[in-house]
């Protein structure tokens, strides 16, 4: 029997929460240059329009995501949007549908808040994420909040 998992709103400036931050940075950083990850920090994430969670196996942090609550902008007709943000599972939990339940609590939260249209920015070369992203229903679109189309960028929606 796999250990049960609890996945709720949390503060991201908790060491132990820091230290998964930084491994997703990490892994970010082998992945693109400096300029082609669009990062938040952790004192960017405790801004009021921000929700943050945390996956915890048996009270240890093990997987984190985040949505930014949105204005309309051109890019999206003016519908205002939740932006899903520093999705991460210890590589060791992986496969077991740990994204899956983070994508489903934040996607909750914005239906709570009144969103009906989750964006998101991933790299391309993150062929893991982008399948949980399109299995969860996400699909392709344009870039949006200002992000540059680089060619590393994948811009995905999804209706909620």
Known sequence: MEPAVTIAEER????E?????AALDRYLGGLYAPE???ILS?????????????AREQGEAVGTAACRRMAGEPATGGQPYGEVKRMYVDPARRGRRLGARLLDAVEERLRRDGYRLALLETGRDQTEAVKRYERAG???????????????SLFMAKAL
């Open 17 to 21: 929460v820091v230290a998964l931050l």
């Open 12 to 15: 991201p400036d908790q060491p």
């Open 138 to 152: 996400y699909a392709p679109r344009d870039p949006f909040a200002g992000y540059p189309d680089n060619g590393l």
């Open 36 to 38: 082609a990850n669009h």
């Open 42 to 54: 952790v004192d960017e994430l405790l801004s009021a329009d921000i929700s943050f969670f945390v």
